[in-house]
C-alpha cells in the first residue's frame, strides 16, 4: 500500500502542465529517433541531452525518460515497414513485422507491436513500482560467473531459431562469434583480428551490420524481383485506414499471451546489469520460438513474433530503471547517459534516493505510465500516414531505403567504414537468403559472445584460473543445471529414438 501512496503522490508530481509537456515532447522526439535506423536511444539521449539543461531536474529527467522509453516504440516501424530495424531491440521484431508487410497487413503488425510494446511496458513499470529495489539488490547477485552461465544459457537458445538447418546454424552462430572478437579485447586490451587496419581496432559496429544484412540485403532481393514488389503494393492499397488495422479479437488473444509471457521476461533482464533491451528481446523470440503455439510458424509473419519481441524490449527499457535508482548502477549505454544526467543534476542515485528526493523518483516513476500511454496514442494515430509510406513507386521506394541504409551505416561511426561492414553485410545477407541460411544465429551471438567471453574470463580472473565459482555459487550453479538439461535434450531424445526400434 505504501508503494501506491507514492506512486500517487508521484503522479501528482507528473501531471504538472510543464512536466506533461516534457512526456509529450519525448514521446514524439523518442518515436522519431526510434524510427530513424542507426541512431537509437543511446545516441537519441546524448544528442537531446543538452536541451534538457535549462529544466528542473525532475522535468529534465522525465523527458529523458520518455525518450528512452518511447524509442522502443518507434523503432518497430522502420522495422516493420522496410525491414530496416530503427534500433537494436527491434531486430527480431523485423522478422515477422516485414514478412506480415509483404503480405499486405502493415497496420496489423504494426497494431501488434504498439499493443504488445504497450502491455509489456506497463508489466515493467508495475514490477518496478512493487519490486524495484528488492529485484535490483537481486541483481547485484550476479556477477561474472552468474552472467557467464546466464549467456551460455542464452547461447543455446539459437538452436531454437535455425530451423530445419542445425548444421548451417552452428556454422552462423561461429560466424557471428569470430566477427564480435575483432577489435581491442575489453579485458587485457590485447589487439585482436585487425588485419592491419586501423578501422577493425574498435571491433565491428552492431548496428551497420544488421543494416546490411537485413535492410541492404533486402534492397539487393527487391530489386532483383521487381514483380513481387509490384504485388506488395497492389495488396497494400486495401489496408490504410485504421479501422482495417484493427486486430481481430482472435489476434488481440493471440498476442496476449506471448505479451505477458515476455513482458516478465523482458524486466528481469531490464533489472541484470549490462543485459539489456537488445538480449531481452532476442531471448524472448527464442522461448517464444521453442515454447509458443503460433498457427503460423514464427519468421513467416505470426504476430506472437512480434508480440515476443516488441514486449520484451519495453518491459526491458522500465526495468533498466530499478538499479538505475535504486543502486546508481546502469543497465544499458542509455541508462548510463541518465545517470550522468541525474548526476549533473546534483542527485545521486542509490539506496538513499527513494527516501531523500522522493518527489523526483516516485515522480519519474509515475511518467513513464504517462509516457507509455502518449507513445501508445500516438503510434497508433499515425498508424494510416506512415504506412502509405509503402504505396511509394519501388523506383522511388529502393533508393530511398539505400540513402536510409548509408545514412544510419554513418552515423553510427562517423566514417565510411560502418559504410563498408554495411555494404558488405548487404552482400553477404542477399548471399544467405538466396541459399536460405539463417540470419538470426549470427546476429544473437555476435549480441551475447562478447558478453559470454567477458564474464568467462573475470570469472578466472577472480577465481585465479579455478572452475570453483562456477559450482559453488547457488545461482551459478542453478544456471550451469539449466544449461546442461537445455544442451542435453536433443541428444537425450536422439538416443531414446534409436533405442524404440530396436526393442520393436
Do not use: H
Request: hydrophobic fraction near 50%; include cysteine; glycine fraction near 12%.
Amino acid at each position: 500500500m505504501e508503494s501506491l501512496q507514492l506512486l500517487f503522490s508521484g503522479f501528482a508530481v507528473a501531471l504538472s502542465v510543464e512536466n506533461i509537456g516534457a512526456a509529450l515532447l519525448g514521446a514524439v522526439l523518442g518515436l522519431i529517433v526510434g524510427a530513424m535506423p542507426g541512431i537509437g536511444s543511446l545516441a537519441g539521449c546524448a544528442l537531446l541531452l543538452p536541451i534538457t539543461f535549462g529544466f528542473n531536474p525532475t522535468t529534465a529527467i522525465i523527458m529523458l525518460g520518455a525518450i528512452y522509453y518511447s524509442n522502443m516504440y518507434g523503432g518497430a516501424f522502420s522495422a516493420i515497414l522496410i525491414n530496416i530495424p530503427g534500433d537494436a531491440p527491434a531486430i527480431m521484431t523485423a522478422m515477422d513485422g516485414y514478412p506480415l508487410t509483404r503480405q499486405g497487413r502493415p497496420g496489423q503488425a504494426l497494431m501488434a507491436a504498439n499493443l504488445s510494446s504497450c502491455i509489456g511496458g506497463t508489466i515493467g513499470m508495475i514490477i518496478l513500482v512493487f519490486m524495484g529495489p528488492a529485484l535490483a539488490s537481486f541483481g547485484l547477485n550476479f556477477g561474472p560467473s552468474e552472467m557467464s552461465m546466464m549467456m551460455l544459457v542464452a547461447m543455446t537458445s539459437i538452436s531454437w531459431l535455425v530451423g530445419e538447418s542445425p548444421l548451417l546454424g552452428i556454422i552462423c552462430t561461429c560466424l557471428g562469434i569470430l566477427l564480435s572478437t575483432m577489435g581491442i579485447d575489453i579485458v587485457s586490451g590485447t589487439i585482436r583480428y585487425d588485419f592491419g587496419n586501423m578501422y577493425l581496432l574498435s571491433g565491428i559496429n552492431f548496428i551497420p551490420l544488421v543494416i546490411g544484412f537485413i535492410g541492404m540485403a533486402q534492397v539487393l532481393e527487391l530489386t532483383e524481383s521487381s514483380r513481387n514488389s509490384a504485388d506488395v503494393d497492389e495488396n497494400l492499397g486495401k489496408k490504410l485506414t485504421l479501422r482495417n488495422s484493427l486486430l481481430s479479437m482472435q489476434e488481440f488473444k493471440r498476442i496476449l499471451r506471448p505479451s505477458i509471457r515476455s513482458g516478465l521476461l523482458g524486466t528481469f533482464i531490464g533489472f541484470l546489469p549490462g543485459a539489456g533491451a537488445t538480449a531481452g528481446s532476442f531471448l524472448s523470440y527464442a522461448l517464444e520460438k521453442k515454447s509458443g503455439k503460433s498457427k503460423v510458424p514464427l519468421g513467416e509473419g505470426a504476430v506472437e513474433g512480434i508480440a515476443a519481441s516488441e514486449s520484451a524490449n519495453n518491459a526491458a527499457a522500465a526495468g533498466a530503471f530499478g538499479p538505475l535508482l535504486s543502486l546508481g548502477i546502469p543497465g544499458s549505454g542509455t541508462t548510463a547517459v541518465l545517470l550522468g544526467g541525474l548526476m549533473m543534476w546534483g542527485l545521486n542515485p542509490g539506496p538513499m534516493l527513494f527516501s531523500s528526493e522522493p518527489e523526483f523518483t516516485w515522480g519519474l516513476i509515475a511518467s513513464l505510465f504517462i509516457s507509455n500511454l502518449i507513445a501508445l496514442v500516438i503510434a497508433l494515430c499515425i498508424i494510416p500516414w506512415i504506412i502509405k509510406l509503402l504505396k511509394v513507386p519501388v523506383g522511388i521506394m529502393l533508393p530511398s531505403i539505400v540513402v536510409v541504409c548509408f545514412v544510419g551505416s554513418f552515423s553510427t561511426s562517423n566514417s565510411l567504414f560502418g559504410v563498408v561492414v554495411m555494404m558488405i553485410g548487404g552482400v553477404l545477407g542477399y548471399i544467405f537468403k538466396k541459399n536460405e541460411i539463417p540470419v538470426s544465429p549470427l546476429l544473437l551471438s555476435f549480441v551475447l559472445s562478447s558478453t559470454l567471453e567477458t564474464n568467462i574470463r573475470r570469472t578466472f580472473i577472480a577465481s585465479q584460473g579455478s572452475l570453483r565459482l562456477f559450482y559453488t555459487r547457488p545461482i551459478t550453479l542453478v544456471l550451469l543445471a539449466i544449461f546442461l538439461f537445455i544442451a542435453c535434450t536433443p541428444m537425450v531424445k536422439t538416443i531414446l529414438k534409436k533405442i524404440k526400434p530396436s526393442k520393436a
